[in-house]
């Protein structure tokens, strides 16, 4: 069963860059889905950004579009996120997850996404 590792994170000032990865191991990636999630304490967890098989739709949440960007390479079977202009409020864990079932490619729901990583935490300083 494929496993996702979250890395790249950080601590950070605000207005600096952070650039996630989500390597997919034990399996392919290429052909879902992935979507990137956050979770800050006391919240629940919240949808970043999706990008499909081919990288040709991508979609953002209001709060990050025009600062992130999600990006994927299918040849090293990895999906990244490019953090610009990072803000206090995108201070979380960051996870990513995949989508098995077609009906889903466009979800935005968590519940649709399968296959956690472990996250990797995001700090940013005022």
């Known amino acids: 069963q494929v496993q996702l590792v979250e890395s790249g994170g950080g601590t950070v000032q605000t207005g600096d860059s952070l650039r996630l990865s989500c390597a997919g191991s034990r399996g392919s990636i290429s052909r879902r889905t992935v979507g990137w999630f956050r979770q800050a304490p006391g919240h629940e967890r919240d949808f970043v950004a999706r990008?499909?098989?081919?990288?040709?739709?991508?979609q953002y949440a209001d709060a990050v579009k025009g600062r992130f960007t999600i990006s994927r390479d299918n040849a090293k079977n990895t999906v990244n996120l490019q953090m610009n202009s990072l803000k206090p409020e995108d201070a979380a864990v960051y996870y990513c997850?995949?989508?098995?079932?077609?009906?889903?490619?466009?979800?935005?729901?968590?519940?649709?996404?399968?296959?956690w990583g472990q996250g990797t935490q995001v700090t940013v300083s005022s």
């Open positions: 990008i499909n098989d081919d990288g040709s739709d991508t």
């Open positions: 997850a995949v989508v098995w079932f077609d009906a889903y490619r466009t979800s935005t729901n968590p519940d649709d996404y399968t296959n």
